[in-house]
Structure formats: C-alpha cells, structure tokens
Nanobody, 122 residues
Framework: VQIVESGGGLVQPGGSLRLSCAAS????????MAWYRQAPGKERELVAH???????NYVDSVKGRFTISRDNAKNTTYLQMNSLKSEDTAVYYC?????????????????WGQGTLVTVFS
C-alpha cells in the first residue's frame, strides 16, 4: 500500500492551496486519513484527520481556515487550505490507517506519504 501527496507550492499570505493524498494498492478499508506538517526546526504536528464515517478534527491553529475531506471511492483525501499564513509554511505529510488485503486475511498498515512542501511568503 502506498500513499502519494500532491498540491504543495508557493503562495502569498491570504492565498489558498489544496493538497491531495491518494492511497493505492491492496486496500480493504481505510479507517482514517490525516494530514501532518513539520516546519523547519519544529516537531511534526497533526493538522487534521478524517475517519471512515466522516468525522473530522483539526488543530486549533487551522480551525476555520482548513477543511479536510475524503473521496472513499478514490481512496483520496484532500486538505483545502484558505487564508494561509506564513506560520503554515511546512512540509505536509499524509498518513493513513488502512486494513490491507482481503476480508479473510487482513493486515493493518500505517503508511506515510513522502511529503509536499507548502511555502507561504510575502
């Protein structure tokens, strides 16, 4: 099972970006997908997650600005980031909680993506 992020880039403060994260491989079900970020010199932090029933949670610093969503048919999650600030600059990583295989032989895996850089500059 692999997950691949896309959508990072350069943006001015107040701008928007949408990140995508697609999971592929032998996937039985995806319990949760999440976005983390790591800024230079800082620890990786959870930005948002979404469960298989659509429940979401956000770190306080992005509430009201970021929206996480998922397309179950495409095994994909999105992070819409609006009103971006310089402090949002970081490498954003996608994480997934996946049961791989078939119903009679499941493997619980937790893959990470390679990361995508978001730079907010003025």
């Amino acid at each position: 099972v692999q997950i691949v992020e896309s959508g990072g880039g350069l943006v001015q403060p107040g701008g928007s970006l949408r990140l995508s994260c697609a999971a592929s491989g032998s996937i039985f079900t995806i319990k949760k997908m999440a976005w983390y970020r790591q800024a230079p010199g800082k620890e990786r932090e959870l930005v948002a997650h979404i469960t298989d029933d659509g429940s979401t949670n956000y770190v306080d610093s992005v509430k009201g600005r970021f929206t996480i969503s998922r397309d179950n048919a495409k095994n994909t999650t999105y992070l819409q980031m609006n009103s971006l600030k310089s402090e949002d600059t970081a490498v954003y990583y996608c994480y997934a909680d996946i049961y791989s295989g078939t119903w009679y032989e499941l493997t619980h895996v937790h893959p990470w993506g390679q990361g995508t850089l978001v730079t907010v500059f003025s």
